[in-house]
């Protein structure tokens, strides 16, 4: 099955498709095999957000356009006297809920240990999250982002591991990841401040379960593209999610920013 998706921008944003589906038995599957395709990019495009904010604030962004939306509290604090590092970082959003960029509402804390600047090869950036909440839906894990130093293009380059990551549903449901990516930072480095001129190139794999407890592996088998100044983070590259020996192929696009994507469920 092979379905061509127009979503709205909230939705996509955090890559949420929507697919109509008549009620036979054999669509009844197609569903749920969407189901693990939408589950899995939804927690992907959810740490990548929180990934994205810790970069903001460590690099010290502020700009306009944020000071007009939602300015969490950020505390950044050196506990080993006179070292600039290791630096403590605490974002946060309070507990009512606060709307930033984009419409979407974070509440809770972001906590970030890092050892280095980021750009320095072998720099330890870890981040968890405490009642930390996006969209109502609850995020917990650790995630771990490696600095490579520069690459063979003179782009920057970072390994980012996601372990017992995990997402809360609004009603309740549990949606589990695992991930390894590679990041390449290919555009916007010469404005560390500005992360909206960022785009970033990913590879890798994940692996989990969707909301319904159904298990899938993840490998991206085109590049992703992520571009902060698009409303649909994603606009580029090609996954390919496996489950019950089904194959889904989630076509991005070409770098358009746009709300569409392709979904192929076993080759049709």
Not at 192 to 215: E, H, L, M, V, Y
Request: overall charge negative.
């Amino acid at each position: 099955m092979k379905t061509k998706a127009f979503i709205s921008a909230l939705l996509l944003s955090f890559g949420i498709g929507i697919m109509l589906f008549s009620c036979t038995k054999e669509e009844v599957s197609s569903t749920d095999l969407n189901a693990v395709s939408q589950d899995e990019t939804k927690i992907d495009n959810y740490f990548d957000d929180a990934s994205s904010e810790t970069d903001m604030y460590d690099n010290g962004t502020k700009s306009a356009e944020l000071k007009s939306n939602c300015t969490p509290t950020v505390s950044i604090t050196h506990p080993t006297q006179g070292s600039f590092f290791p630096k403590h970082i605490v974002i946060d959003y309070g507990t009512d809920g606060c709307e930033g960029y984009f419409g979407h509402v974070r509440k809770g804390k972001i906590i970030v240990v890092q050892t280095n600047f980021m750009i320095v090869p072998g720099a330890l950036r870890t981040i968890t999250y405490e009642n930390f909440y996006l969209d109502d839906f609850k995020i917990e894990g650790t995630r771990t982002v490696t600095s490579n130093g520069l690459n063979a293009e003179q782009n920057y380059q970072r390994t980012t591991v996601l372990s017992n990551g995990k997402i809360t549903t609004p009603d309740g449901k549990i949606i589990s990841r695992s991930a390894e990516h590679i990041q390449t930072w290919i555009s916007g480095s010469q404005t560390p401040i500005n992360i909206f001129d960022d785009k970033w190139q990913i590879t890798g794999s994940a692996a989990g379960t969707n909301r319904n407890g159904k298990s899938y592996t993840s490998v991206i088998t085109s590049p992703l593209i992520f571009d902060l100044s698009c409303t649909h983070k994603i606009t580029q590259g090609v996954k390919t999610i496996t489950t019950d020996n089904h194959v889904i192929v989630i076509d991005f696009g070409n770098g358009d920013c746009d709300s569409q994507i392709d979904i192929t469920i076993d080759g049709v």
